[in-house]
């Protein structure tokens, strides 16, 4: 299986590599067009400022080429956020693949910190991509902000509010918390989307 790693100015690419190594799998880490779209399976993973990833990707045309891929693409963290529509991370135009907004988290009592880290559960969970993953699973989150609750939403999480911890729409698939570093549980999950 031929698997692309999109390269852009986002972190936390390493750790994926590895979780992929974990359960036996290679993948090209790439910011090459062709290598992508020639990709059985693509992994958008991030961690960083939403408007510098969008510029990085408007400027070597990736946004548009993330946009139009047909096989399954599955976003992790800033990733997922920059497949939404608009996020308020420095007022920035997303991918728009999910309509969803991105919204920071207000805290309603100070003892309630952002960003959000550290272990979480995910519940209310959809699509096959939760295959054999058991409702109330705790999965490791980093964010600050989140992508409110929509008709795409296949999993959700509660801090300060309810929001979507996943996302889906036809062959695009996102997560809030990170699969890379959420043991067994995040292994299985990023199983599943491969074999998707």
């Keep these: 299986m ?21 359960i036996g799998v290679s993948a090209l880490v790439t910011d090459n067009v062709e290598q992508i779209q020639k990709a059985d399976k693509v992994i958008f993973p991030g961690v960083g400022e939403a408007s510098t990833a969008m510029q990085y990707l408007r400027e070597r045309k990736l946004d548009v080429v993330l946009q139009n891929l047909k096989q399954p693409v599955l976003g992790i963290c800033l990733g997922m956020q920059l497949m939404c529509a608009h996020s308020e991370e420095n007022d920035t135009t997303c991918l728009g693949i999910f309509d969803n907004e991105v919204k920071y988290f207000v805290p309603k009592i100070s003892s309630i910190k952002v960003p959000q880290m550290g272990w979480n559960n995910i519940t209310q969970l959809k699509t096959g991509l939760f295959q054999d993953i058991p409702e109330n699973s705790y999965a490791y989150f980093v964010h600050g902000y989140y992508a409110e609750l929509s008709k795409y939403t296949i999993a959700t999480t509660q801090y300060i509010q309810e929001y979507s911890s996943a996302l889906h729409r036809d062959n695009f698939y996102g997560v809030q918390f990170h ?18």
């Excluded at 031929?2 to 974990?22: C, D, H, T």
């Excluded at 570093?181 to 999950?189: D, L, P, R, V």
């Design 2 to 22: 031929n698997i692309a790693i999109v390269q852009y100015n986002a972190g936390n690419i390493q750790s994926v590599l590895y979780a992929l190594e974990r």
């Design 179 to 196: 699969p890379e570093k959420s043991a067994a549980i995040g292994e299985q999950i990023l199983q599943n989307f491969l074999n998707i």
